[in-house]
């Protein structure tokens, strides 16, 4: 693991700093289950994570590490169940919540896809929950890949078959070699030395070079100290923030979960983006902000700016799985009510917050922190996740129609984490529709019908710009 993965995986002692996702994907119908095994046998030989669990280092002096599972049970990890009839979308969303609330068993690999069948129509959904150590939202995309197709029949399904036999026939080797998968203690004590001592050989040089440099050209000292001022500034405002959250009414905070889903046109915020001189996800924060300040509005507690959370993606084009991002915090305005004075002020912060000098020392700043005591980390999580009063995330999906085994994929919600803060807007686009998850905190949000209804109003006012109208 990286250390910001360490991270995420040493605060999960508190189940409130959890950081699985879900995927909820609604489908037209009832996807074939054997096709499907197949697929998931195949994604787990080309994403090696999936078929890996997590062993963690002697006290915690490196990062834990992946040892694979060869006594993997695939029916453990991809399910079907029916809901009760008569069914309704309110249905399905709090059965994925039921189900997403449900910890990983640490011991088998951290991942479980459920079918659900039984929508109205007969129509069906797949609920996909992955830990946040094995992949990034958009290294999730890029897992998805991987069981899509882009017909509802294609002629890959026998290249398919063939990967997954060859892969089961594999894992029935590895298991009758070693039934019980032994972690051999040892490999993995010498294994955490070694990387401790690596890494603190590299902070070591790093330094004397330094050192060396300043020392040698003496005249880039004020340069250097200028980098510094302005790097420590940096880490102020995004690692070591001090005040509180700006939401008094979002502050109360329990281990419940509650599902909702949003749409918007993707071409109308487009638009709106291309008029304002912005991009897509200015818009999205801008009408995330824009309903939360009205919510506060008819709460009775009106609410200037709110401090958000989120992830800015670092991966590289050939990146497959793993995290690449980089968590983020930055003040949005909830106000001014004219929604293009609020798309602007939004837009120039979200400009500012991607030109921020901490975002370079994010994972090397990671690696000092992962060391902490977990008491100390969870203890020091808290006093940052205090500071965010709601998250967002924004991923770019497919622009056509795609399958899973042989059903069409309707809608596509993604899920995010709440890590602590009270609600998380995730918004994913396929085929010309952003898809909304909302993953709130009952205590906190206790209107959620509310939220919703403000959300297609500030959406509405906010898109109509884009239209011309």
């Given amino acids: 693991m990286t250390a910001t993965e360490a991270i995420m995986w040493a605060v999960e002692k508190d189940p409130s700093l959890r950081s699985d996702f879900c995927n ?13 095994r197949s697929k998931m046998q195949r994604a787990i030989t080309l994403i090696p994570h999936l078929g890996e669990r997590v062993v963690p280092a002697p006290l915690r002096i490196a ?6 599972d060869s006594g993997i049970d695939l029916d453990y ?9 008569p069914s309704s979308m309110r249905a399905l969303l709090d059965l994925a919540s039921e189900l997403c609330e449900e910890p990983f068993d640490i011991s088998r690999p951290l991942w479980e896809f459920t079918v659900i069948k039984g929508l109205p129509g007969g129509r069906a959904a797949l609920l996909q929950k992955v830990h946040h150590t094995i992949t990034d939202g958009v290294g999730g995309l890029r897992l998805s890949l991987s069981i899509v197709d882009r017909d509802a029949h294609p002629e890959s399904d026998h290249e398919v078959q063939a990967i997954a036999e060859a892969a089961a026939a594999r894992q029935r080797d590895e298991r009758q070699l070693d039934p019980v998968n032994r972690t051999n203690a040892f490999e993995t004590a010498c294994g955490a030395l070694a990387y401790r001592t690596r890494r603190n050989a590299q902070i070591a040089k790093t330094a004397i070079g330094a050192s060396i440099s300043l020392a040698l050209h003496p005249q880039r000292a004020p340069k250097a100290i200028s980098g510094s001022i302005n790097m420590l500034s940096s880490l102020r405002r995004q690692v070591f923030v001090t005040d509180s959250a700006h939401s008094e009414l979002l502050s109360p905070r329990s281990l419940d979960r509650r599902f909702d889903l949003f749409t918007f046109s993707l071409e ?4 709106t983006a291309h008029a304002l001189d912005g991009h897509v996800n200015d818009v999205f924060v801008t009408g995330i902000s824009g309903a939360l300040g009205r919510y506060h509005e008819a709460m009775g507690q009106p609410v200037s700016e709110l401090r958000m959370a989120m992830p800015v993606s670092t991966r590289g084009q050939n990146d497959t799985s793993a995290n690449h991002f980089v968590p983020t915090r930055v003040l949005v305005p909830t106000g001014p009510k004219d929604p293009t004075q609020r798309f602007v002020a939004t ?5 500012h917050l991607r030109g921020e000098r901490a975002l370079e020392a994010a994972e090397s700043l990671a690696d000092v922190i992962s060391s902490l005591p977990t008491s100390l980390l969870v203890a020091a999580t808290h006093t940052q996740t205090r500071t965010i009063d709601f998250a967002t995330s924004n991923l770019r999906g497919s622009a056509i129609d795609l399958w899973i085994s042989g059903a069409r994929i309707e809608q596509n919600f993604p899920i995010g984490p709440r890590g602590g ?3 998380n807007f995730t918004a994913l686009s396929y085929c010309g529709v952003m898809h909304v998850g909302i993953n709130s905190d ?3 949000v206790t209107d959620p019908e509310a939220l919703i209804e403000f959300l297609r109003e500030s959406f509405t006012d906010l898109l109509a710009i884009g239209r011309g109208e």
């Fill in 421 to 423: 803060c009270a609600v």
């Fill in 347 to 351: 837009r120039e912060s979200l400009r």
């Fill in 77 to 85: 990890h991809l399910r079907s169940i029916t809901l009760d009839q």
């Fill in 442 to 444: 009952p205590a906190s």
């Fill in 24 to 36: 909820l994907t609604i489908l037209d119908s009832a996807p074939d289950m054997e096709r499907l």
């Fill in 268 to 271: 109308d915020a487009a638009a």
């Fill in 63 to 68: 990062p834990p590490v992946w040892s694979a």
